[in-house]
């Protein structure tokens, strides 16, 4: 019989820290090298189109910004939340209300020009998603109320909400009668970056200020001291002064704006206009970017760009070798998979126990006593 | 296992370079699909015309396509990967693509562009649209005359024009048979939720329908019907398999003989943008063969459907609307425009229209 | 009369599926694993369970395969967060885009084929009582293993000892280890038989409610579930509650549309989430009652040390 152990290392390791993704890569490519043989599609091939391709040409360099953008804005914020040992999962519908309160100016007052609606609009995608994030908040801290939950339930109350918007009082009155508000006046269309090149758009850019604003409130401010001791242990915080409920509605208000701020990025930059379904996922997609930037935000941006990357991937390989999109999930699945494990090597030693073979004389015999014990 | 992979890979490395070298003179279609092909349902349809396309044309043309692909940003990306990645004539296949059609087209000037279902046209842009009213007419005459109950349940999707207008539609058919027909109206808001369209078909059944029509693309509400044994119809493909004693006929897609004349055209180099409107006479729209009913139903059913593939529009007047007042004069035929933006109900729908 | 029967079984097939993940799931929480992968086991579960019935033509060995596939997929969970300690959200949630793309992969030859149905209950005699028959004795064969399943973990968590040794683990694997407990066991356990229940409500999917196979055919389901269990505040018998108010307020705005009441379906179809928030906060106003129950090492990882 054997089995695994982890030992915890003393303090985390530098080592594995740095090379835990690189690893993780391997270990995904290896694996996927036999998925894509077994499928009877050459690997090499399909890795290249997978992974060098979308970065080696300037348009889909565009298009990885315009995909990474939405992912790191929503991680980052909630980086924080997950940080402070608060379980916000419905940024999905923070970034819906982001939309709906942004596009209420664009919509509603189409006649209304100039330099002043865009900064407007962003203001109010933020204010929507804060507003949006505020009701599990309040929940939370006035009853006990479970955020996971709360949260989740509201996203899909979110995306009933945007769909009887657009299909009702919101719809085109030239439009056909087809679900869609109005098209955003220029002034109401966040401006793409270098239009010669490609599609990319400002909201790549608050994606990284987001970031690094944040890295900075986390490493270098008392606030972000205060969303870690009450992250790790509650009581130390309360000792220390800190306001668990105080600390839950910051925590909840800061993830929502930025995600209404990722919606209103979205639809006023990439889409032009309100749709019943505004986003794919990345309000999900997001929890995951997170985790895997290890809550850090600049390794959100790492990470975020990298799930576009198997996005932008997952297609090339769909229209070049008829490879199924589902083909692509798994993938990115097990990218994930890997890239957990792997993170596991940061602050434990594994120990495969029964390979006598693995280990020093000496540790096996602490190790038989205890087996003994079981036997009997 | 090292050897194995290698020498995998050696092979379909050679292989591959051979079909590229093979595929230069090839004319490359691809399509976007909204959802699954796995769906069973509307963007299967879509696939199975593409693979007619393939069978039909074979190594004259070259096909790829993108399923489950979300209408927003990824649609733009989408078109314009295919486009980039030498696709000459693209075919999207859903509303929402509309938009993120027109820029791409722009963009690239020398790549034909095809959308269905949308109204929007360009220089190297074309759109195509079925006439799926003119099957729900036959469906709704059916209904009228197999129902006992004089009611039937209509499972919806999205009020969008093409479903109120099945819904207009069917409902003229019903009460050209019987004028106090009536059906019963649930939006499940979904286009595909197996579970929820059961659950709406039992809720219709239990309130005393006992004919059940659908703008959905699942099976599971004919698959409530053989239950129960009552009857339905069936929706974007036969689904006969499912429900062997329930299903009456079934409103099928067909898209291939409409996708091989467009590719062939394309590769003749006679393709020019197009705005068509398929109906029962092109062969689009097509009825399962009718089952379960007795031979007068069948009949007229049939005589039916040859009468609107002889150029009758069901929507031709007199109709009036759901409050009662006057759309269509005696005679007059409803144009395409108002068709295509349709958000009223004729008289007799029970239902208001969410607005 | 009929009516009201027919619109009970409706609700009973609706909560079915509910009830069983959400059983399963609540003794996984129970013993302080939080697996957020539950929709990806249950399409892993649906799409096994059509293609075992598909294939032998048998809906029991379908309804095995669901099981044995959901237990087989949670393993993949149980040896990240049990034996290498990751992040119980992260996994789980990749867990459910891993169920979802795999069961596509599997599924593609069972589209458009129709599968088998797992037959209803039919007693010569009982079955045929007017009202309580049809009820009682006359459902389909997953209902009442779900019923059963809710009996047999009430007792199992509450009456017995190795029960009350799960629950000592969830809330606090620390004290439990120093006793000697095997904390990881208990877990892998739980977990497998977390992914069973899920892969068993997939398959009641996919051979009872809607003999088919559909990509993401689950629709949702999964996370109802979760949520099911915390509205429950992890107890047994209020998870059977919970999933039948969830499946009469699902049928009923159903009802309430075919009834033709002037509302907004978005409203009437966003009813089932807004009354779970609404029961979530009533249940959790009472403070006491929720700490008592809620497993305290809920979704930490626990590394024995020694």
Known sequence: MMRLELVKRPQRSALFSALSPFIAFALTIIAGAIMFALLGVNPLTAFRIYFVEPVSQVWQLHELAIKAAPL???????????????????????????????????????????????????????????????????????????????SLMLVYVAQLFLDWLVRGPWRDPQGHGFPQTIQFGDSAVLPELMPDAGRANWGFVFALVAAVLIWIMMGRMLKGFEVRVLGSSPRAGRFAGFGLSRMVFFAFLLSGALAGLAGISEVSGAIGQLQPVISPGYGFTAIIVAFLGRLNPLGIIAAGLVLALTYLGGEAVQSALGISDKVARVFQGMLLFFVLGCDTLIHYRIRLIGLALTKPEGAAKLEAAPKLKEAR | MKKLLIALMTTTAALSLAASAEAADKLKACWVYTGPIGDFGYSYQHDQGRLEVEKALGDKVETAYLENVSEGPDADRAFERLAREGCKLIFGTSFGFMDAEVKVAKKFPKVMFEHAT???????????????????????????????????????????????????????????????????????????????????AKALFDQGADIIVQHTDSTAALQVAEERKLHGFGQSSDMIKFAPNAQLTSLTDEWG????????????????????????????????????????????????????????????????????????????????????GMNFYVKGVDDKLPQ | MDITVNILLTIATAATPLLIAAIGELVVERSGVLNLGVEGMMIMGAVGGFGAGYLTGSPWLGLLAAIVMGAVFSLLFAVMTLSLATNQVATGLSLTLLGLGLSGMIGTSFVGQPGVRLPNLDIPGLSSIPVVGKLLFGQDPVFYISIALTAAVMWFLFKTRTGLTLRSIGDSHASAHALGIKVIRYRYLSVIFGGACAGLAGGHLSLVYTPQWVENMTAGRGWIALALVVFASWRPWRVLAGAYIFGAVWIGQLHAQAFGIPVPSQMLSSLPYLATVVVLVLISRNKRLTMMNTPASLGQPFVPDR
């Open chain 1, 72 to 150: 790191i804005l929503i991680a980052v914020g909630l980086s924080v939340c997950y940080k402070a040992n608060i379980w916000n999962i419905g940024a999905e519908g923070q970034f819906i209300f982001g939309a709906i309160f942004g596009s209420a100016i664009p919509v509603l007052f189409p006649q209304f020009e100039g330099p002043l609606v865009l900064p407007l609009m962003l203001l109010l995608g933020m204010v929507g998603g804060a507003a949006y994030a505020a009701i599990p908040a309040f929940l939370k801290t006035r009853f006990n109320t479970n955020e996971i939950l709360t």
């Open chain 2, 118 to 200: 949308g109204y929007k046209t360009g220089d190297n842009l074309g759109i195509y649209n079925a006439r799926f009213y003119e099957g729900r007419y036959v469906l709704g005459q059916i209904a009228a005359k197999e129902s006992k109950s004089g009611v039937a349940g209509y499972i919806v999707s999205f009020p969008i024009p093409e479903v109120v207008m099945g819904i207009n539609s069917f409902m003229l058919g019903a009460q050209s048979i019987n004028p106090n027909f009536k059906a019963k109206i649930v939006w499940v808001n979904s286009w595909f939720d197996p579970g929820k369209e059961a659950d709406a």
């Open chain 2, 257 to 340: 003989p409409y996708y091989i004349s467009r590719v062939q055209a394309a590769i003749d180099g006679t393709w020019k943008p197009d705005n068509v409107w398929l109906g029962i006479k092109d062969g689009a729209v097509k009825l399962a063969p009718y089952t379960n009913m007795p031979d007068d139903v069948k009949a007229m059913a049939e005589a039916t459907e040859k009468k609107i593939a002889g150029g009758w529009n069901p929507f031709t007047g007199p109709i009036a609307k759901q409050d009662g007042s006057a759309w269509l004069k005696d005679g007059e035929v409803a144009d395409d425009g108002t068709l295509l």
